[in-house]
């Protein structure tokens, strides 16, 4: 394909999607798409909307590089989508002009009540302030045993908190495979 990479503006911008999605028909090749942004890629409806778009084409979409948002993707047609294993690796972050993230991110887990990817420290504080929903912090695989999820926290050495995470992530995201026809519906 002869086109640039589609920037997250494109994405906004129906009329750029449907020029898009024609070049992509029209050559009939599979494509991979990352989405740059400084915070949340899919955070912004029309973005949402763009991208929801691409994956319904007959041409394979696959989504790199992103959060939980990649099962979405994958309840609205995209063939693959890839979960990145840190926050890092789940987003494109923009180059600035003082180079990179700077120093280390927190270690997060798939929170599956959330749908989303949060910090161990904040799933630590929540819970405490969540009584009543208690169950939704224990867990009973294998890297959990029966514990709620604060006790990633008291994991001091961070390559083994690091580890723990993406074992219970890996579990938890295998727990959330859907049926094929129940896919958009439980998504949503």
């Known amino acids: 394909m002869s086109a640039a990479p589609p920037e997250l503006a494109e994405l906004k911008s129906r009329d750029k999607v449907e020029k898009l999605c024609d070049e992509i028909s029209a ?12 915070d949340d890629p899919l955070g912004v409806q029309a973005a949402l909307r763009g991208l929801l778009r691409l994956v319904a084409l007959d041409t394979p979409v696959l989504l790199l590089r992103s959060d939980v948002s990649a099962l979405g993707a994958l309840c609205f047609g995209a063939l693959y989508a890839a979960v990145g294993t840190t926050p890092t690796l789940r987003h494109l972050y923009p180059v600035t002009s003082g180079g990179g993230g ?3 991110r927190p ?29 939704h912090w224990e867990c009973v695989c294998d890297t959990c045993n029966g514990r709620q999820l604060e006790h990633f926290v008291t994991i001091e050495d961070r390559d083994e908190r690091v580890d723990a995470a993406f074992c219970y992530s890996e579990v938890t995201r295998l727990c959330l495979t859907l049926l094929p026809g129940l896919r958009r519906r439980c998504w949503w």
């Open 102 to 104: 700077g120093g280390e």
């Open 27 to 38: 050559h009939g090749v599979a494509v991979a798409v990352v989405l740059e942004h400084r």
């Open 107 to 135: 270690v997060s887990i798939l929170v599956p009540h959330c749908l989303s990817y949060v910090g161990t420290e904040k799933v630590a504080a929540a819970i405490p302030l969540t009584p009543d929903q208690a169950n």
